[in-house]
């Protein structure tokens, strides 16, 4: 097989281990806090968890466990979107089983959560651990969005864990697939089956953390990697002069994303969602925001710069968010007549009249590409394709639009060129950084202590992920703690509470406290690329978002 030379390189990496995990995981010992509340909406959770609710946290130490070296036979499965660190989950989980007792063995699911559904796995030997070791990527098994919901994939996943013979399985996955996780570990107790469910934390987007999940595998590589196209992106926009680039960036839900790179290269502007969110700011307040930091920039002779916007935007603005809404509904009433439209004109003045006054102005007044995209992209569901929306060339034609008439008023005298691009499937397989390599390693040993031990009803934990890796505190946080209720498609659900940009937080602070002078002054920074070996200076350094939200200081665990 023929395999890059760094690929080769990191697969002799070894990741850094936290002190409880290192040597033999299968040692450490379980410290048990007291029984843990959920969120909120306590009763109601302590009535659908009946067997997994008010357990307590756990923590790892250095000691010896006899009752984790018997033989497991343990399924994982990779669900959602890719995310870095997550084959060395699957490599720090069959590591530990292997190190507990030889014997163990470590199916995994094919394609996401169906393959337990659909009884689709495969054995992974060391041989095939050894190929995906420290690099990006899901494809060892693959991944998938299916969600385990109706009442007969509970029956059929169940009836898979049971004829695979397996102790437990691991759902590696964001906030959606660890309420399912939350939901699978106990209906399996609810039937009599005493099949462990763990999960781990992964997402790109960084919005599956809280008070005992720090951050979520994934984040750190991804934002890295978007950083270094961007500081390369603003270094040829201060090497030419010559055009405003506008960057959209993955995270529909949550801005974590484009706020860390924007703490990373500090660019001209960069869109919080969250923000315009509660300010309620409308697309031509959004507009007006960038035209500001133009203007003020031309005024110094600088018509070039960077704008970040998080992928999600639209669904903030209120009127786009109505607009989206009103589509949606009209879409439902009139599929069979708008589908016998081919031309946009036409689904236009089909469409915009059944609209309330304001969206159908707002569907007009759009760049004609963006009003397209609105209509005629539509999602299996027949819905408007949110996340298909070209959020960056609507905010480029705007803005060039405003601009223009400004000029004309003499309020402008700038020359503005924009140019869009789309940051997100090119961070989602990089190469783990350190960070992640270590981080995601570590989550998968932890899984198989908690699998060891008996646990089920956790998410795998390691917290302290400022300090050096070895004092890092590896253990398990009940899913049930993470949880509150919420209105899903119409009913009451439980879920595991999805972590958005707080605008009071550090993080946001800091960017808030320095936007203005990088609106107008020339502020770049230019990150570079992730490094793999060197000084830990360059190479082990955790996000801004992370040192931030947890800044070093001696913090007591349990
Ligand atoms: P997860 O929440 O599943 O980790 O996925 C996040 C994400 O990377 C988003 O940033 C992005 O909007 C979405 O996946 C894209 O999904 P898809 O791979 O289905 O196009």
Known sequence: MHISALQKARYDYIPKLP?????????????????????????????????????PVITFEKGSNLQ??????????????????????IAGLYDGLKKGNADSKLRGFLGGPSGLIENASKELTGAVIDLYRNTGGFDIIGSGRTKIETAAQFASSLETAKALGLNAVVIIGGDDSNTNAALLAEYFLERGSDIQVIGTPKTIDGDLKNTHIEASFGFDTAVKTYSELIGNIQRDANSA??????????????????????????????LISEEVEAKQWSLS???????????????????????????????????????????????????????????????????????????GGLLRSLPQRIAKEL????????????????????????????????????????????LGHFFGYEGRCAFPSNFDADYGYALGLSAFVLIASGQSGYLSSVRNLVAPVSQWVAGGIPFTMMMNMEQRHGSRKPVIRKALVDLDGAPFRTFAAQRDEWAVKTSFLYPGAIQYYGPPEVCDQPTKTLTLEHPPQPRKFF
């Open 285 to 359: 307040q959004v507009v007006d925001l960038i035209c500001a930091s133009v203007i003020k920039r031309a005024d110094n002779k600088e018509n070039f710069g960077v704008v970040l916007i998080p992928e999600g935007v639209v669904e903030f603005i209120p009127e786009m968010k109505r607009l989206i809404a009103e589509l949606n509904d009209i879409m439902a009433a009139h599929e069979n007549a708008l589908d016998g439209l081919d031309a946009f004109a036409d689904q236009l003045e089909f469409a915009a009249p059944k609209l309330s006054a304001p969206s």
């Open 68 to 89: 984790i070296r018997r033989p497991l036979n343990v399924g994982v499965i990779l669900s959602g979107g890719q995310a870095p660190g997550g084959h060395n989950v």
């Open 241 to 270: 002069k010559k055009y405003w680039h506008f960057i959209k960036l993955m995270g529909r839900a949550a801005s974590h994303i484009a706020l860390e790179c924007a703490l990373q290269t500090q660019p001209n502007v960069c």
């Open 19 to 55: 002190e409880s995990l290192a040597q033999d995981a299968a040692a450490a010992s379980l410290v048990f806090g007291a029984p843990a509340q959920s969120a909120a909406d306590q009763a109601e959770l302590k009535a659908i968890f009946k067997h997994t609710y008010g357990k």
């Open 375 to 418: 209509l005629m992209d539509r999602d299996p569901h027949g819905n408007v394709q949110v996340s298909m929306i070209e959020t960056e060339k609507l905010l480029m034609d705007m803005a060039g639009r405003r601009l223009a008439e400004l000029k004309e008023q003499g309020m402008y005298r700038g020359s503005f060129s924009a």
